[in-house]
Protein backbone atom coordinates (compact mmCIF):
# COMPACT_ATOMS: atom_id res chain seq x y z
CA UNK A 1 0.00 0.00 0.00
CA UNK A 2 2.95 2.28 0.98
CA UNK A 3 4.95 1.56 -2.30
CA UNK A 4 1.63 2.37 -4.17
CA UNK A 5 1.05 5.69 -2.58
CA UNK A 6 4.39 6.60 -3.41
CA UNK A 7 4.44 5.30 -6.78
CA UNK A 8 1.11 7.90 -7.41
CA UNK A 9 2.96 10.38 -5.43
CA UNK A 10 5.95 10.57 -8.24
CA UNK A 11 3.89 9.80 -10.97
CA UNK A 12 1.63 13.33 -11.02
CA UNK A 13 4.67 14.74 -9.98
CA UNK A 14 3.17 18.06 -12.04
CA UNK A 15 0.25 18.08 -10.11
CA UNK A 16 1.82 18.75 -7.10
CA UNK A 17 4.54 21.92 -8.40
CA UNK A 18 1.49 23.35 -10.18
CA UNK A 19 -0.73 23.15 -6.30
CA UNK A 20 2.63 24.46 -4.15
CA UNK A 21 3.49 26.92 -6.44
CA UNK A 22 -0.26 28.57 -5.87
CA UNK A 23 0.32 27.68 -2.57
CA UNK A 24 3.59 29.72 -2.54
CA UNK A 25 2.33 32.55 -4.61
CA UNK A 26 -0.94 33.43 -2.26
CA UNK A 27 0.97 32.34 1.58
CA UNK A 28 4.48 33.23 0.45
CA UNK A 29 5.79 33.66 4.04
CA UNK A 30 5.04 29.59 5.09
CA UNK A 31 7.95 28.79 2.88
CA UNK A 32 10.03 31.80 3.84
CA UNK A 33 9.91 30.95 7.28
CA UNK A 34 10.63 26.80 6.62
CA UNK A 35 13.30 27.70 4.42
CA UNK A 36 14.65 29.36 7.61
CA UNK A 37 13.69 26.17 9.72
CA UNK A 38 15.50 24.03 7.26
CA UNK A 39 18.86 26.08 6.98
CA UNK A 40 19.18 26.27 10.78
CA UNK A 41 18.38 22.69 10.94
CA UNK A 42 21.81 22.06 8.60
CA UNK A 43 23.54 24.35 10.05
CA UNK A 44 23.62 23.09 14.28
CA UNK A 45 23.19 19.51 13.17
CA UNK A 46 25.11 18.17 9.81
CA UNK A 47 27.68 21.03 8.96
CA UNK A 48 28.88 20.91 12.05
CA UNK A 49 30.48 17.92 11.92
CA UNK A 50 31.91 18.94 7.97
CA UNK A 51 35.06 20.42 6.44
CA UNK A 52 34.54 24.49 5.68
CA UNK A 53 34.55 23.19 2.06
CA UNK A 54 32.03 20.79 2.20
CA UNK A 55 29.34 23.02 4.03
CA UNK A 56 26.36 23.82 1.77
CA UNK A 57 24.60 27.02 4.14
CA UNK A 58 21.42 27.64 2.71
CA UNK A 59 18.92 24.75 3.32
CA UNK A 60 17.77 25.20 -0.79
CA UNK A 61 21.24 23.81 -1.23
CA UNK A 62 20.66 21.20 0.91
CA UNK A 63 17.63 19.99 -0.81
CA UNK A 64 19.61 19.78 -4.12
CA UNK A 65 22.26 17.82 -2.83
CA UNK A 66 19.46 15.39 -1.02
CA UNK A 67 17.65 15.38 -4.40
CA UNK A 68 20.51 14.19 -6.01
CA UNK A 69 21.37 11.74 -3.75
CA UNK A 70 17.99 10.46 -4.25
CA UNK A 71 18.26 9.96 -7.89
CA UNK A 72 21.83 8.77 -7.98
CA UNK A 73 20.17 5.81 -5.36
CA UNK A 74 18.43 5.01 -8.01
CA UNK A 75 21.07 4.52 -10.73
CA UNK A 76 22.69 1.18 -11.44
CA UNK A 77 25.73 -0.23 -12.65
CA UNK A 78 23.79 -1.28 -15.75
CA UNK A 79 22.74 3.05 -16.55
CA UNK A 80 26.60 3.43 -17.07
CA UNK A 81 27.20 0.14 -19.12
CA UNK A 82 24.59 1.29 -21.74
CA UNK A 83 26.75 4.44 -22.25
CA UNK A 84 29.99 2.51 -23.21
CA UNK A 85 27.78 0.17 -25.46
CA UNK A 86 26.34 3.25 -27.43
CA UNK A 87 28.53 6.15 -27.24
CA UNK A 88 27.62 7.61 -30.77
CA UNK A 89 24.02 8.05 -29.72
CA UNK A 90 24.43 9.12 -26.34
CA UNK A 91 27.03 11.49 -27.59
CA UNK A 92 24.51 13.30 -30.72
CA UNK A 93 22.48 13.50 -27.59
CA UNK A 94 24.25 15.18 -25.36
CA UNK A 95 26.19 17.59 -27.86
CA UNK A 96 22.22 18.18 -28.64
CA UNK A 97 21.32 19.26 -25.26
CA UNK A 98 24.74 21.47 -24.72
CA UNK A 99 23.89 23.67 -27.91
CA UNK A 100 20.52 23.63 -28.78
CA UNK A 101 19.20 24.92 -25.55
CA UNK A 102 22.16 27.56 -24.23
CA UNK A 103 22.12 29.18 -27.97
CA UNK A 104 18.48 29.28 -28.07
CA UNK A 105 18.00 30.98 -24.76
CA UNK A 106 20.86 33.54 -25.68
CA UNK A 107 18.72 34.95 -28.64
CA UNK A 108 15.35 34.19 -26.80
CA UNK A 109 16.55 36.59 -24.47
CA UNK A 110 17.84 39.15 -27.34
CA UNK A 111 14.52 39.11 -29.22
CA UNK A 112 12.42 39.70 -26.20
CA UNK A 113 14.79 42.29 -24.33
CA UNK A 114 14.57 40.72 -21.06
CA UNK A 115 16.66 42.59 -18.47
CA UNK A 116 19.81 41.56 -17.62
CA UNK A 117 18.82 39.55 -14.21
CA UNK A 118 16.19 37.90 -16.37
CA UNK A 119 18.32 37.08 -18.93
CA UNK A 120 20.80 35.40 -17.19
CA UNK A 121 18.50 33.38 -15.44
CA UNK A 122 17.26 32.01 -19.03
CA UNK A 123 20.93 31.53 -20.56
CA UNK A 124 21.57 29.48 -17.55
CA UNK A 125 18.27 27.41 -17.39
CA UNK A 126 19.12 26.72 -20.69
CA UNK A 127 22.88 25.94 -20.01
CA UNK A 128 21.46 23.27 -17.05
CA UNK A 129 22.03 19.19 -17.97
CA UNK A 130 18.94 17.35 -18.58
CA UNK A 131 15.90 17.17 -15.80
CA UNK A 132 15.76 13.55 -14.53
CA UNK A 133 11.45 13.43 -14.43
CA UNK A 134 12.53 13.09 -18.52
CA UNK A 135 13.28 9.19 -17.50
CA UNK A 136 9.73 8.57 -16.44
CA UNK A 137 8.05 10.80 -19.28
CA UNK A 138 10.13 8.73 -21.70
CA UNK A 139 8.47 5.79 -20.06
CA UNK A 140 5.16 7.30 -20.31
CA UNK A 141 5.42 8.41 -24.14
CA UNK A 142 6.56 4.86 -24.91
CA UNK A 143 9.78 6.53 -25.80
CA UNK A 144 13.60 4.74 -25.68
CA UNK A 145 13.85 4.74 -21.62
CA UNK A 146 17.06 3.54 -21.77
CA UNK A 147 18.25 6.45 -24.14
CA UNK A 148 16.56 8.90 -21.90
CA UNK A 149 18.15 7.29 -18.72
CA UNK A 150 21.98 7.36 -20.51
CA UNK A 151 21.65 10.84 -21.94
CA UNK A 152 20.46 12.37 -18.42
CA UNK A 153 23.13 10.39 -16.45
CA UNK A 154 26.09 11.72 -19.23
CA UNK A 155 24.57 15.44 -19.15
CA UNK A 156 24.39 15.33 -15.45
CA UNK A 157 28.19 14.60 -14.73
CA UNK A 158 29.11 16.68 -17.49
CA UNK A 159 27.13 19.67 -16.05
CA UNK A 160 29.54 20.78 -13.80
CA UNK A 161 31.93 22.30 -16.06
CA UNK A 162 29.28 22.86 -19.54
CA UNK A 163 26.42 24.85 -17.15
CA UNK A 164 29.00 27.56 -15.36
CA UNK A 165 31.06 27.59 -18.34
CA UNK A 166 28.35 27.82 -21.17
CA UNK A 167 27.11 30.70 -18.70
CA UNK A 168 29.90 32.35 -18.74
CA UNK A 169 30.46 32.06 -22.35
CA UNK A 170 26.67 33.76 -23.17
CA UNK A 171 25.96 35.73 -20.48
CA UNK A 172 29.21 37.08 -19.05
CA UNK A 173 28.02 40.65 -21.09
CA UNK A 174 24.83 40.57 -19.06
CA UNK A 175 26.03 40.45 -15.18
CA UNK A 176 29.30 39.33 -14.13
CA UNK A 177 29.37 35.13 -13.63
CA UNK A 178 31.44 33.35 -11.17
CA UNK A 179 32.85 30.70 -13.37
CA UNK A 180 34.81 29.32 -10.49
CA UNK A 181 32.41 29.24 -7.47
CA UNK A 182 29.63 28.18 -10.45
CA UNK A 183 31.79 25.09 -11.06
CA UNK A 184 32.20 24.23 -6.68
CA UNK A 185 28.35 24.73 -6.23
CA UNK A 186 27.43 22.49 -9.36
CA UNK A 187 30.12 19.65 -7.86
CA UNK A 188 29.28 19.85 -4.48
CA UNK A 189 25.55 19.95 -5.27
CA UNK A 190 25.28 17.51 -8.45
CA UNK A 191 28.06 15.09 -8.45
CA UNK A 192 29.05 14.60 -5.43
CA UNK A 193 25.54 13.60 -3.41
CA UNK A 194 24.97 11.86 -6.97
CA UNK A 195 27.99 9.15 -6.66
CA UNK A 196 27.30 9.11 -2.77
CA UNK A 197 23.33 7.71 -3.21
CA UNK A 198 25.02 5.69 -6.30
CA UNK A 199 27.52 4.00 -3.70
CA UNK A 200 24.59 3.14 -1.33
CA UNK A 201 22.91 1.34 -4.11
CA UNK A 202 25.73 -0.35 -4.84
CA UNK A 203 27.30 -1.39 -2.01
CA UNK A 204 23.66 -1.99 -0.37
CA UNK A 205 21.30 -2.85 -2.72
CA UNK A 206 19.30 -5.63 -1.08
CA UNK A 207 18.78 -3.33 2.04
CA UNK A 208 18.25 -0.49 -0.01
CA UNK A 209 15.68 -1.93 -2.95
CA UNK A 210 13.49 -2.45 -0.10
CA UNK A 211 12.67 0.99 0.19
CA UNK A 212 13.78 1.94 -3.32
CA UNK A 213 10.45 4.08 -4.06
CA UNK A 214 11.35 6.46 -1.49
CA UNK A 215 14.31 7.98 -3.17
CA UNK A 216 12.19 9.32 -6.33
CA UNK A 217 9.95 10.52 -3.79
CA UNK A 218 12.12 12.29 -1.91
CA UNK A 219 14.01 14.17 -5.17
CA UNK A 220 10.12 15.31 -6.02
CA UNK A 221 9.36 16.65 -2.77
CA UNK A 222 13.11 18.54 -2.80
CA UNK A 223 12.31 19.65 -6.15
CA UNK A 224 8.61 21.06 -5.79
CA UNK A 225 9.81 23.03 -2.70
CA UNK A 226 12.48 24.74 -4.39
CA UNK A 227 10.30 25.57 -7.27
CA UNK A 228 7.69 26.78 -4.68
CA UNK A 229 10.72 28.57 -2.62
CA UNK A 230 11.53 30.78 -6.15
CA UNK A 231 7.16 31.55 -5.85
CA UNK A 232 7.19 33.12 -2.44
CA UNK A 233 10.68 35.13 -2.88
CA UNK A 234 9.09 36.76 -6.02
CA UNK A 235 5.49 36.87 -5.32
CA UNK A 236 5.36 40.80 -5.31
CA UNK A 237 7.84 40.98 -9.01
CA UNK A 238 6.13 38.00 -10.32
CA UNK A 239 2.53 40.47 -11.01
CA UNK A 240 4.87 42.62 -13.30
CA UNK A 241 7.00 39.94 -15.22
CA UNK A 242 4.85 37.24 -15.72
CA UNK A 243 4.37 37.08 -19.24
CA UNK A 244 7.36 38.06 -20.63
CA UNK A 245 9.26 35.29 -18.42
CA UNK A 246 6.38 32.56 -19.17
CA UNK A 247 6.35 33.43 -23.09
CA UNK A 248 9.97 32.90 -23.50
CA UNK A 249 9.87 29.71 -21.64
CA UNK A 250 7.25 28.29 -23.42
CA UNK A 251 8.99 29.10 -26.63
CA UNK A 252 12.48 27.93 -25.55
CA UNK A 253 10.74 24.66 -24.42
CA UNK A 254 8.96 24.14 -27.25
CA UNK A 255 11.59 24.98 -29.44
CA UNK A 256 13.87 22.05 -27.57
CA UNK A 257 11.17 19.48 -28.03
CA UNK A 258 11.20 20.30 -31.63
CA UNK A 259 14.57 20.60 -32.36
CA UNK A 260 15.38 17.05 -30.17
CA UNK A 261 13.22 15.59 -32.39
CA UNK A 262 14.48 17.22 -35.51
CA UNK A 263 17.88 15.71 -34.31
CA UNK A 264 16.65 12.25 -34.17
CA UNK A 265 15.15 12.73 -37.74
CA UNK A 266 18.54 13.77 -39.26
CA UNK A 267 20.31 10.64 -37.55
CA UNK A 268 17.58 8.64 -38.75
CA UNK A 269 16.84 7.47 -35.33
CA UNK A 270 13.60 5.05 -34.56
CA UNK A 271 10.79 6.65 -33.73
CA UNK A 272 10.91 5.91 -29.90
CA UNK A 273 14.42 7.56 -29.97
CA UNK A 274 13.27 10.92 -30.99
CA UNK A 275 10.32 11.23 -28.81
CA UNK A 276 12.79 10.31 -26.30
CA UNK A 277 15.31 13.51 -27.61
CA UNK A 278 12.43 16.12 -27.85
CA UNK A 279 11.55 15.42 -24.09
CA UNK A 280 14.98 14.91 -23.10
CA UNK A 281 16.30 18.21 -24.76
CA UNK A 282 13.30 20.13 -23.84
CA UNK A 283 13.03 19.44 -20.24
CA UNK A 284 16.07 21.08 -18.58
CA UNK A 285 17.46 20.51 -14.66
CA UNK A 286 15.76 23.91 -14.15
CA UNK A 287 15.67 22.90 -10.64
CA UNK A 288 19.57 23.28 -10.61
CA UNK A 289 19.47 26.20 -12.44
CA UNK A 290 17.07 27.99 -9.53
CA UNK A 291 19.68 27.06 -6.93
CA UNK A 292 22.64 28.73 -8.92
CA UNK A 293 20.80 31.54 -10.00
CA UNK A 294 19.68 31.95 -6.02
CA UNK A 295 23.14 31.14 -4.88
CA UNK A 296 25.22 33.50 -7.41
CA UNK A 297 22.90 35.96 -8.36
CA UNK A 298 19.29 36.66 -7.10
CA UNK A 299 15.96 36.08 -7.01
CA UNK A 300 15.02 37.42 -10.01
CA UNK A 301 17.68 35.75 -11.79
CA UNK A 302 16.17 32.35 -10.84
CA UNK A 303 12.14 33.38 -11.57
CA UNK A 304 12.67 31.76 -15.45
CA UNK A 305 14.23 28.62 -14.22
CA UNK A 306 11.51 28.20 -11.71
CA UNK A 307 8.92 29.09 -14.50
CA UNK A 308 10.52 26.66 -16.91
CA UNK A 309 9.94 23.88 -14.25
CA UNK A 310 6.33 24.63 -14.57
CA UNK A 311 5.85 25.11 -18.53
CA UNK A 312 8.35 22.08 -19.31
CA UNK A 313 6.61 19.42 -16.84
CA UNK A 314 2.88 20.97 -18.42
CA UNK A 315 4.44 20.34 -21.87
CA UNK A 316 6.18 17.22 -21.36
CA UNK A 317 3.05 15.72 -20.04
CA UNK A 318 0.77 16.28 -22.70
CA UNK A 319 3.64 15.08 -25.32
CA UNK A 320 3.55 11.87 -23.38
CA UNK A 321 -0.20 11.37 -23.06
CA UNK A 322 -0.69 12.14 -26.70
CA UNK A 323 2.59 9.47 -27.36
CA UNK A 324 1.12 6.95 -24.80
CA UNK A 325 -2.10 6.26 -27.25
CA UNK A 326 0.12 5.30 -30.29
CA UNK A 327 0.51 1.82 -30.38
CA UNK A 328 3.50 -0.30 -29.85
CA UNK A 329 3.86 -1.16 -33.76
CA UNK A 330 3.68 2.43 -35.36
CA UNK A 331 6.86 3.58 -32.85
CA UNK A 332 9.47 1.26 -34.70
CA UNK A 333 10.52 3.16 -37.88
Known sequence: MFKKILTFYTKYFAVWVVLFGVAAYFWPGLFLELEKAITWFFAVTVERVLPPSFRLGKGMNWFFALTMFGIGAVLQLEDFKRIVRRPAIVLIGSAAQFSIMPVGAFVLAKLFHLPPEIAVGLILTGSAPGAMASNVMSYIAKADTAYSVSLTTVSTLLCPLLTPGLTFFLARSKLEVPFVDMVVSVIMMVVVP???????????????????????????????????????????????????????????????????????????????????????????????????????????????????????IITASLMAAVWQRTSAENTRN
Open 194 to 312: LLIGFGVRHYFKSKVEKILPVFPAISVTFIIFICSLVIALNKSYLAQVTAIILAAGVVLNIYGMLAGYGVGSIFRMEIPRRRTLAIEIGMQNAGLGTVLALEHFGAKTAMPAAIFVFVC
